[in-house]
């Protein structure tokens, strides 16, 4: 799971917060991504379509890009040379605004061959809060105006922030995606309603190019240390409560 590519000190991009920086790496590093984890697996990455027709094997790996920020078409043209396909999931309503993709770069995208998914309407901070019909209405507009944009439905979907709940998943569902990728570290796909659910290794801005191609060749170590470190969190997410976003984000600029 990768966000922005952009070289530190550029254009914002994104959310350009510090939360969204730390996720960040200088297209540098996201080509020495590319070189390892192509060394590494001796495949090119494969699809969502792959997973819901039972044609993905073991070792399959995929390329994910959340929120939708401008750089999304850097990371797409890396992806290009090497005839790769990238998952790249929109949040709609931020389409067009400073730092994000506008609608011809969503296209383009797609046009490139690159599946392009939803990441809500308004990519909320904590999506497993929302209420079941805030979330149906979150999946079902993002959903709309992407089909709309594209000339065809989409399938697939992730969860913004990282807050997954059954309740996320039946709405996903209910929206229609057949595919939903949330930031759990877990190499095993779930399903809720008929739709796939799929974990995620977290690429950070200090992630070196050794452990994102040994989290793609799905070697236990850097995985196992993920899941320690989201089960750390997780504890501290439910002592802290809806104060921890504002404790993370505070921490962060202080880096």
């Known amino acids: 799971m990768y966000h922005g590519v952009v070289a530190e000190g550029g254009p914002r991009d994104g959310f350009g917060s510090a939360g969204y920086a730390a996720y960040a790496i200088a297209p540098e590093r996201f080509s020495e991504h590319l070189e390892r984890i192509a060394a590494a ?54 389409v067009g605004t400073p730092g994000f993709l506008t609608w011809d770069g969503v296209r383009e995208l797609a046009r490139c061959g690159h599946v392009v998914g939803s990441h809500s309407s308004s990519h909320p901070h904590r999506m497993a809060a929302c209420s079941p019909e805030e979330l149906l209405d979150e999946w079902s507009r993002s959903g709309a105006m992407l089909a709309e944009a594209l000339g065809r439905p989409v399938s697939t979907a992730s969860v913004p922030g990282g807050l997954y709940s059954p309740s996320v998943g039946r709405a996903a569902a209910a929206a229609g995606y057949s595919v939903l990728f949330n930031s759990l570290p877990s190499q095993r796909p779930g399903q809720v309603d008929g739709c796939l659910l799929v974990g995620r290794y977290a690429i950070r801005r200090d992630t070196t190019a050794d452990e994102a191609a040994g989290a793609a060749a799905g070697r236990p170590v850097p995985w196992a240390r993920q899941r320690s470190a989201w089960a750390l969190r997780g504890v501290a997410k439910r002592l802290a409560g809806e104060r921890y976003e504002t404790i993370r984000r505070a921490l962060l600029g202080r880096r």
């Open 41 to 94: 697996t001796g495949d090119p990455p494969s699809s969502a379509d792959a997973l819901t027709a039972g044609s993905a094997g073991g070792g399959t790996w995929m390329l994910t890009f959340d929120d939708g920020a401008a750089s999304a078409l850097e990371a797409a043209e890396q992806l290009a040379r090497r005839d790769w396909r990238g998952h790249f999931f929109i949040a709609t309503d931020l």
